[in-house]
């Protein structure tokens, strides 16, 4: 069975077991019905990409604890959600922003109830420090300089689907680090 005629569940459950190319078949059979989903609600072409990168980004994050047969149902429910993170964004101060980003690559969902987030996210900063090289790389590329997936992996000389693999190790790790700290 090609990646094509295989169901959602089945291509999730490959992904999760390392094969990267799995991924790379969902993602394929639903950008284009995203992206034109979350132009509907964004009615902006860039806009709309940006929510489309972050669905996926949130789709790699949350691979391993999504139900299979419940993907593509969970994918819009994300994309809706990115959206409207996109439309408050763009009321926010970018420095505000970046600091919620980088403490978002570690799911500290209390971030916006503390007073030092500048410092927990120069700690994240120094997490990622630790992070191997293909790793970091990555997540440097797509959180800190906002390049979108298929321009990292341009500029990575990388397959796009071994730039989200990558993304995906990388916050997992990231995240086992941020736990670690605090624990």
């Known amino acids: 069975m090609t990646p094509i005629d295989e169901p959602d569940g089945a291509l999730l459950v490959r992904f999760r077991t390392g094969d990267s190319t799995a991924l ?3 993602f394929a059979r639903h950008e284009g019905q995203v992206f034109r989903f979350l132009f509907g609600l964004l009615r902006d072409h860039h806009a709309a990409e940006d929510a489309l990168q972050e669905t996926f980004v949130q789709a790699i994050r949350y691979a391993d604890v999504v139900a299979p047969n419940a993907f593509r149902g969970w994918l819009y429910t994300v994309a809706h959600r990115q959206a409207m993170l996109v439309k408050r964004k763009a009321k926010r101060l970018p420095s505000q922003a970046d ?18 987030r500048a410092d927990d996210a120069r700690a994240v900063m120094e997490l990622v420090k630790l992070l191997p090289a293909p790793q ?20 990575l000389g990388c397959p796009l689907n071994t ?21």
């Open 163 to 183: 730039a989200l693999a990558r993304m995906h190790e990388g916050l997992k790790k990231l995240r086992q680090l941020w736990e670690a700290r605090h624990a």
């Open 136 to 155: 970091r790389a990555v997540i440097i590329a797509r959180v800190v300089e906002g390049k979108k997936f298929r321009e990292v992996a341009d500029s």
């Open 99 to 116: 600091d919620l980003v980088l403490l978002g690559l570690v799911g500290d969902d209390a971030a916006d109830f503390r007073t030092d």
């Open 24 to 26: 790379e078949a969902l």
